[in-house]
């Protein structure tokens, strides 16, 4: 990336991030950092932004993530983070310790100059909206609810903690055990960790707890 293009990202980077703002408020939706996000029911949608330069075009993209709301929940009384569940939305979009999210979307848009600005905003805002609301429809409609959609999924990041997750949420123990179990078999103690335990060392603690009550 040459200096120019480098002091034209600056430039349409901070635009971008002063139009979106403006546009969120009036959609009804909110923004923390560079992440847009809503709950809709059950559902926490979220979308991350970033400005790059690609084949010398200069790309909006936003990549669409979403999780059940009551993950965040389990997560933080698994984890011994329950404070958490009080905090604003916001953590829940752009937190550090959340409960992951499958990522379902990547979309990009060019920016030609900087009069296309405020109308790109726009259209990221409405698709964000008008696609997250079409992939819960679809959800619904092929897996019932999204527990199932999660437990069928292969190959996402943070795959067997998302799947422990949606087995806690349906109250299937043993199974969030065994995932747990046989990941620490393997020495993965997981990536989140709270006074020296492992979030998979966690979920076993917290399982057997559950099925005591």
């Keep these: ?28 939706c909110k923004i923390v950092s560079n992440c847009i996000y809503e709950k809709i029911n059950d559902y926490f949608v979220h979308a991350v932004y970033f400005i790059r330069f690609t084949n010398n075009q200069c790309l909006l993209t936003i990549r669409m993530n979403i999780k059940l ?9 698994v984890i011994d983070m329950k404070d958490n569940i009080n ?29 296309c600005i405020e109308q790109i905003c726009n259209d990221v805002v409405d698709d964000f909206k008008y696609e997250s609301r079409s992939f819960i429809e679809t959800i619904i409609s092929r897996n019932n609810n999204f527990d199932s959609f999660a437990l069928h999924q292969s ?13 806690i949420n349906i109250e299937k123990y043993a199974d969030a055990e065994s995932l747990a179990q046989s990941e620490l078999n393997q020495g993965h103690g997981g990536r989140f960790q709270n006074k020296g335990i492992g979030i ?3 979920i076993l603690m917290y399982c057997a707890m559950m099925k005591k009550d």
Excluded: C, H
């Design 1 to 28: 990336m040459t200096k120019e293009q480098k002091e034209e990202l600056k430039l349409i980077n901070k635009a971008v991030q002063n139009t979106i703002k403006q546009v969120v408020k009036k959609k009804s």
């Design 87 to 115: 905090q604003k939305d916001s953590l829940r979009a752009n937190g550090a310790y959340v409960a992951p999210s499958i990522q379902w979307k990547e979309k990009s848009y060019i920016i030609t100059d900087a009069n």
């Design 155 to 167: 190959g996402i990041m943070d795959e067997k903690l998302i799947k422990m997750l949606a087995n």
């Design 69 to 77: 709301y009551y993950y965040d929940d389990i997560f933080w009384k």
């Design 200 to 202: 998979n060392e966690y």
